[in-house]
């Protein structure tokens, strides 16, 4: 039973327009939510994350929506640029282990 | 990223072989883990750990074993290697504050088993 899911293997968006990435979760008890990218051959790297007591985080071009009712995080980006192109999981926690999606693949053509 | 290092990078082994990962790290963090990443799964999380001697198991532990006698060093060990344990592992470390600066993630071992 798969607690965390990305249902759009991937996506494909202009440079400077907004690339919206989508995951739901379904254990209401998940309290942190965090979004990391990974580029081939290379380890997942740390985008940004938000707790279950707020539903919006900030950090530059990247904003995390979280809407715990429906129980779905998105990750937007803004505007997308070529080197945002990379595999994006979303990663959901409650006890401190964090289990992820199965991923989705971004390509931001120029 | 230079605190925590995989090795070995890449190994080809045999089915029924018992194979070791180990992942090191120089941050002196608390946390932990390994996962494997397979194509349609994204990255399972196959064991943890909370301290030195301090383990459980994760989403996908059958098949696989772990050691953590000193903080730096979290060992993984294929029991007996099959052809479904070809994958990329990875190991991630987090400090206290994970939950605002997340894991770090080494860069991975390809295990091919044949």
């Known amino acids: 039973d798969q607690q965390v899911k990305q249902n759009s293997p991937s996506l494909s968006v202009q440079e400077g327009r907004i690339s919206i990435l989508n995951c739901d979760y379904t254990?209401?008890?998940?309290?942190?939510f965090l979004w990391y990218k990974k580029y081939p051959a290379e380890g997942p790297t740390f985008l940004i994350s938000?707790?279950?007591?707020?539903d919006k985080n900030e950090d530059g071009r990247f904003t995390v929506f979280l809407n715990k009712s429906a129980k779905h995080l998105s990750l937007h980006i803004v505007p997308s640029q070529p080197g945002d192109s990379a595999v994006y999981f979303c990663?959901?926690?409650?006890?401190?282990?964090?289990?992820f999606g199965q991923g989705t693949t971004l390509q931001v053509k120029p | 990223d230079a605190g925590i290092t995989q090795s070995p990078r890449h190994k080809v082994t045999e089915t029924g072989t018992p194979v070791t990962l180990r992942c090191h790290q120089t941050?002196?963090?608390?946390?932990m883990y390994w996962y494997r990443q397979d194509p349609g799964h994204g990255l399972r999380l196959i064991h943890y750990?909370?301290?030195?001697?301090?383990?459980d198991k994760g989403e996908v532990s059958d098949g696989y074993s772990v050691s953590r006698s000193k903080t730096e060093d979290f060992l993984l060990t294929l029991e007996s290697a099959t052809s479904s344990q070809t994958s990329v592992y990875f190991c991630?470390?987090?400090?206290?504050?994970?939950?605002?600066?997340?894991?770090?993630f080494g860069s991975g071992t390809r295990l091919t088993v044949v």
């Open positions: 254990n209401s008890m998940f309290d942190y």
């Open positions: 990663g959901s926690s409650n006890t401190g282990k964090l289990i």
């Open positions: 991630a470390i987090g400090s206290d504050f994970w939950d605002r600066y997340g894991y770090t």
């Open positions: 941050e002196n963090h608390r946390y």
């Open positions: 750990s909370y301290g030195v001697k301090d383990t």
């Open positions: 938000i707790s279950s007591i707020k």
